[in-house]
């Protein structure tokens, strides 16, 4: 079965500018979480979408945004980029009912470099 | 705030030796843990799993123990395998709640 797909998987923008990333969960997973991996801070975070709603959110800035789609895709968006933003966003899908029991299956990510 | 940390960025093993990759955690609420290996330029990939219920759980070469009491979780690797070189994050949770992942820590098993 198809894995999680990220769109774009790079991408280079400039300050200021706004983003918008892309990911398509498994089949049949409810569940899309986004996180953000910089050098040495780990996966940080962002947010879950389940059934379209937002259940659980990081702590970011506003600027931080997402949303799910009725068939479970989920796009997030930046805006007024900053240099700081410069990160792999990660995407990772579940089944959502108690998704942490079989494991979050993650995306390849998107490397976003800001400049 | 960390409420999960992995104290040690980096670990340099033999291969064939055992590779003991450690995490500590602060929130008494996590029930559930679980381990990820990632590769550069890859999403992180599922490892293995415990539940707060159990002490331990066991998965091939992979090996994950619990000690509630002292909010300790270390993941064995044995024996360990070039292939096995990456980072290993350790990531918890609590009931419908969000995975909250450590630092990371850069495993190389040297042949």
């Known amino acids: 079965k198809a894995g999680v797909t990220q769109t774009p998987r790079y991408l280079i923008k400039t300050r200021g500018q706004q983003v918008t990333l892309s990911c398509s969960p498994i089949?049949?997973?409810?569940?899309v979480s986004w996180y953000q991996q910089t050098p040495g801070q780990g996966l940080q975070f962002l947010f879950e979408?389940?059934?379209?709603?937002?259940?659980n959110k990081g702590n970011f800035p506003g600027r931080f945004s997402g949303r799910q789609f009725s068939n479970s895709r989920s796009e997030m968006n930046v805006s007024t980029l900053e240099l700081g933003d410069s990160a792999l966003y990660l995407c990772?899908?579940?089944?959502?009912?108690?998704?942490?029991?079989?494991?979050?299956?993650f995306g390849s990510g998107t490397r976003l470099t800001v400049v | 705030d960390q409420q999960v940390k992995q104290n040690s960025p980096s670990l340099s093993v033999q291969e064939g030796r055992i590779s003991i990759l450690n995490c500590d955690y602060t929130?008494?609420?996590?029930?559930?843990f679980l381990w990820y290996k990632k590769y550069p330029a890859e999403g992180p990939t599922f490892l293995i799993s415990?539940?707060?219920?159990?002490d331990k759980n066991e998965d091939g070469r992979f090996t994950v123990f619990l000690n509630k009491s002292a909010k300790h979780l270390s993941l064995h690797i044995v024996p360990s395998q070039p292939g096995d070189s990456a980072v290993y994050f350790c990531?918890?949770?609590?009931?419908?709640?969000?995975?909250?992942f450590g630092k990371g820590t850069k495993l190389s098993v040297k042949p």
């Open positions: 415990i539940s707060s219920i159990k």
């Open positions: 089949s049949g997973h409810r569940s």
């Open positions: 979408y389940f059934s379209e709603t937002q259940r």
């Open positions: 990772a899908s579940s089944w959502g009912d108690r998704g942490n029991s079989n494991g979050y299956t």
């Open positions: 990531a918890a949770s609590a009931s419908q709640g969000n995975l909250i």
């Open positions: 929130n008494s609420m996590f029930d559930y």
